[in-house]
């Protein structure tokens, strides 16, 4: 048996749900990504890539083009997002990560390359229905996906933001797609972004208060 057929063969079965191997692997990868992400650990990126290669196997085996697509963008969204966290310009004067609110342009322009983004690819897979069985819950996740990962990137807080709304519309999707696996660790993952908000929140605000406190008079 090669490993691609080993992938996306069945792991066993749960619920009258068949789980099969690419889609538990690559999703529990998935959810320590995002929980070394909360951490601010530069490890949630190749942790992310990892995910990403593994879950392209478990989206062909359903026919998930859209779903295929979006994981290789997040294998190179994680790259992007390694080296933006090692850069200097992501760092704080002790060290670790600088993170805090986006500005209000940021914002703009994050809502305005989802908009885009999801109508482009929406547009996409209805005019190529092979792509995609279910064309804009697909694109929506697809470009939700794209965008958190480069607000995480950024250090922006809003990403966890991105992320509930993107889990908002995975969830069923992935039920209904045949990847129980997948639904059931996003409703983890909603759990887990909710705690990686708040940490994040608190630590920005402290951040702000810290900068104000060494301001000069």
Do not use: C
Not at 67 to 75: A, P, T
Not at 144 to 153: I, K, N, R, S, W
Not at 159 to 168: N, T
């Amino acid at each position: 048996m090669n490993p691609l057929h080993w992938l996306n063969s069945e792991a066993f079965t749960a619920f009258g749900q068949h789980i099969i191997w690419s889609d538990m692997i690559g999703n529990t990868v998935g959810l320590v990504a995002l929980a070394l992400g909360w951490l601010r650990s530069l490890w949630t990126w190749p942790a992310q890539l990892l995910s990403g290669v593994v879950l392209v196997a478990a989206n062909v085996s359903v026919h998930q083009s859209g779903s295929v697509g979006k994981q290789l963008v997040i294998i190179v969204t994680a790259v992007w997002g390694w080296r933006q966290w090692t850069s200097g310009r992501r760092r704080a004067a002790d060290g670790s990560l600088a993170i805090g609110f986006a500005t209000w342009r940021e914002r703009g322009l994050l809502l305005l390359a989802a908009a885009v983004g999801t109508a482009a690819v929406g547009g996409l897979f209805t005019a190529y229905p092979s792509l995609s069985w279910n064309p804009w819950p697909d694109a929506y996740v697809f470009v939700g996906t794209l965008v958190a990962m480069v607000a995480q990137a950024r250090g922006l807080v809003e990403f966890w933001f991105a992320w509930l709304l993107v889990d908002a519309v995975g969830v069923p999707l992935n039920f209904t797609s045949g990847l129980a696996f997948s639904g059931l660790i996003y409703l983890l993952y909603g759990a887990l972004v909710l705690w990686g908000m708040r940490d994040w929140w608190l630590r920005s605000r402290q951040s702000g208060r810290t900068a104000l406190e060494g301001a000069p008079a």
